[in-house]
């Protein structure tokens, strides 16, 4: 199986910082790599897809970059509305697997 | 609109079992890969099966291979999780989500989930 492996686990930033998490598969995926976000008793959310994808509907201040086994999702200026944990998720092969996930604060 | 409305979960004693059903809209279900996704309190997010988007081909966790069976009805709009023998460990929030690719991609929609609890 392949193991992803986020950090950090937690990230306290203030409204306006440019945020970088990162994800690290144990093994390469090519670019088979999604971003969710997920806020307090919601359902996730896909941000981005095939590692730099925007989903439609996401603001432009999400990017992801990144192949083979290491990624990493950037907001560029950090919002209120961003507060939420984001998971990295590979699907280049079953079974499909996710990072532990990355809570973000605001400060 | 997409719609996925998960549905079936409730309290039962470990041991026990349940159908949980994912009734879908807004898409034409028979296109696309299906999974299950499940997150225990406080916890992330584990992916537990997916099925073709024809049935041809399911696939699960290790951790619920033998005792959960994902299946489909197209002609319904919805796909279920059987889940049997369950454990405490299995108490979690369970959420449908739908692929972007017959055999499976990315989630791009996820319902609302519904809370299973073991417990005697």
């Known amino acids: 199986d392949i193991q992803m492996t986020q950090s950090p686990s937690t990230l306290s930033a203030s409204v306006g910082d440019r945020v970088t998490i990162t994800c690290r598969a144990s093994q390469s995926i090519s670019t088979w790599l999604a971003w969710y976000q997920q806020k307090p008793g919601k359902a996730p959310k896909v941000v981005i897809y095939k590692a730099s994808g925007l989903e439609s509907g996401v603001p432009s201040r999400f990017s992801g970059s990144g192949s083979g086994t290491e990624f990493t999702l950037t907001i560029s200026s950090l919002q209120p509305d961003d507060l939420a944990t984001y998971f990295c998720?590979?699907?280049?092969?079953?079974?499909?697997?996710f990072g532990q996930g990355t809570k973000l604060q605001i400060k | 609109e997409v719609q996925l409305l998960e549905s079936g979960g409730g309290l039962v004693q470990p041991g026990g079992s349940l159908r949980l059903s994912c009734a879908t809209s807004g898409f034409t279900i028979s296109a696309y890969a299906m999974a299950w996704v499940r997150q225990a309190p406080g916890k992330g997010l584990e992916w537990l099966s997916s099925?073709?988007?024809?049935?041809?081909?399911?696939y699960y966790a290790d951790s619920v291979k033998g005792r959960f069976t994902i299946s489909r009805d197209n002609s319904r709009s919805t796909i279920y999780l059987h889940v049997n023998n369950l454990r405490a460990e299995d108490t979690a929030v369970y959420y449908c989500?739908?692929?972007?690719?017959?055999?499976?991609?990315?989630?791009?929609?996820w319902g609302q989930g519904t809370l299973v609890t073991v417990s005697s």
């Open positions: 989500a739908k692929a972007v690719a017959t055999t499976g991609g990315h989630f791009d929609y």
């Open positions: 998720q590979q699907y280049h092969s079953y079974p499909v697997t």
């Open positions: 099925i073709t988007s024809n049935a041809d081909n399911t």
